[in-house]
């Protein structure tokens, strides 16, 4: 009885290998727990690829690397209409919360570009046509110089403030755990947030001092608060509650270069001025016919 149990014992021995069956447990159901755990990214802060400067589907289409121009071509491959569209959005207060996920998507470093170099222009060129028709109408017959300091610190500041600040800013978070944008997006939000100073800068050739103040401040109400309204939420996403704050740091630099384009390049006056004006700290100029800035 014995010698029978071993011999069908032997037998399944033998035959177990053949029936052997390997199940593979990292199939559907796993390929569907890492879908579950990592969905698709959606478009919007914190949505896209945080790399430092592209992701991955525009790095295939770029190539290079981040030194070769070819890295950057995806971020001009954007279409005029475009453009437009993203600038003339960001005066549209109500557009502001939602303009990452609805209007900057993907984001572009063309518009951004564009719209602080169309600034610098816009600054010098209408500072220097105001200045020099006030010099050609005035009584003393001398001819107007251009004056190209005034171009070198539009240069400066406009891209001082448009590139170097959102980039200080995003390492700045980024060293603080808080990476719910890239470098582009900060950029491509600081440099459509400036498109309000354009139409500001032509407006300002009247010689309304009040209406020139209002115009201001309706520019640096409008840039203010597209930046507010696309920058805090990203701060508030910081577990560190005092990163918060940053925001006021923001706005001190928001307010001193409002201030500081209404000193520099709307101070002048065609003929004589009309209306009273606000007195600034160290405008000693004589009231009345000048031909540039007060502070010179």
Not at 111 to 133: D, Y
Not at 199 to 225: D, E, H, K, Q, Y
Request: glycine share 8%; net charge negative.
């Amino acid at each position: 009885m014995a010698y029978v149990q071993v011999e069908a014992d032997d037998q399944r021995l033998e035959e177990g290998p053949e029936g052997l069956q390997f199940k593979s447990f990292l199939g559907a159901d796993a390929s569907g727990t890492r879908n579950a755990s990592n969905p698709p990214r959606s478009a919007g802060v914190g949505n896209a690829d945080r790399r430092y400067l592209a992701d991955e589907a525009n790095q295939q289409k770029g190539g290079g690397g981040f030194w070769t121009l070819d890295y950057y071509q995806p971020y001009f491959d954007v279409d005029t209409q475009t453009v437009l569209k993203r600038c003339y959005t960001t005066l549209i207060p109500t557009a502001a919360p939602t303009y990452i996920s609805t209007h900057l998507n993907p984001a572009d470093l063309y518009g951004p570009f564009w719209t602080l170099t169309t600034l610098i222009f816009a600054l010098f060129l209408s500072s220097s046509l105001g200045a020099s028709i006030a010099k050609y109408l005035s009584t003393d017959g001398k001819p107007y110089d251009y004056n190209f300091q005034l171009l070198s610190i539009a240069v400066t500041m406009v891209y001082a403030y448009g590139l170097g600040i959102p980039v200080l800013l995003w390492v700045a978070l980024r060293y603080l755990g808080v990476g719910e944008w890239s470098v582009v997006e900060a950029i491509a939000i600081w440099g459509y947030a400036q498109f309000a100073w354009i139409p500001v800068a032509v407006l300002c050739v009247i010689p309304v001092p009040i209406m020139r103040w209002v115009l201001v401040a309706a520019a640096f109400g409008l840039s203010g608060w597209f930046l507010a309204a696309n920058i805090y939420p990203i701060l508030a996403s910081a577990e560190a509650k005092a990163t918060r704050l940053i925001i006021l740091i923001l706005a001190a630099i928001h307010l001193g270069v409002a201030i500081s384009f209404k000193v520099l390049f709307f101070s002048y006056y065609v003929v004589d001025k009309i209306g009273a004006d606000i007195p600034l700290p160290g405008s000693d100029a004589p009231e009345g016919n000048s031909t540039m800035p007060r502070w010179f």
